[in-house]
């Protein structure tokens, strides 16, 4: 599968979870989608990161914060558990569920990710 393949399949399953965000009365918005290589140096150099092959350098890794009365909320609440369930359970990484470095915020491709796109459109018509 190519990278634009991928990227395809990747962005409509985040387009779907931030939908499946609002029908569960989670806001939310996207901090960084694709980094580049200068971008993703800082972050590791801050700490912020423990690698500098992130998916985010291939537009393969979103991180979404929570909103909540127009706040952005960064310490671990539910919310980002049952959005982290929601892409896991469609085949995707949690980076809630990193080893060496939990990032609640991080939501990522990987081969097995398979969102409900056809079921999810019916069921919304």
């Known amino acids: 599968m190519t990278l ?9 399953a985040v387009a779907l979870l931030i939908l499946e965000a609002y029908k569960k009365g989670i806001e939310v918005f996207i901090n960084e989608l694709y980094r580049d290589i200068t971008r993703q140096a800082e972050l590791f150099q801050k700490g912020l990161t423990k690698t ?7 537009g393969l ?8 009365d127009g706040k952005v909320i960064l310490n671990p609440i539910k919310e980002y558990y049952i959005l982290g369930e929601i892409w896991e359970s469609w ?3 949690w980076g809630g569920h990193f080893e060496s470095f939990k990032d609640i915020y991080h939501f990522e491709y990987s081969e097995k990710l398979n969102p409900p796109v056809k079921n999810f459109i019916m069921s919304n018509l």
């Not at 634009?4 to 409509?12: M, N």
């Not at 500098?52 to 291939?58: A, N, R, Y």
């Open 52 to 58: 500098l092959k992130s998916k985010h350098l291939e």
């Open 91 to 93: 085949g995707g990484v």
């Open 4 to 12: 634009r393949e991928k990227q395809v399949i990747f962005h409509r």
């Open 61 to 68: 890794a979103v991180d979404l914060y929570i909103l909540k």
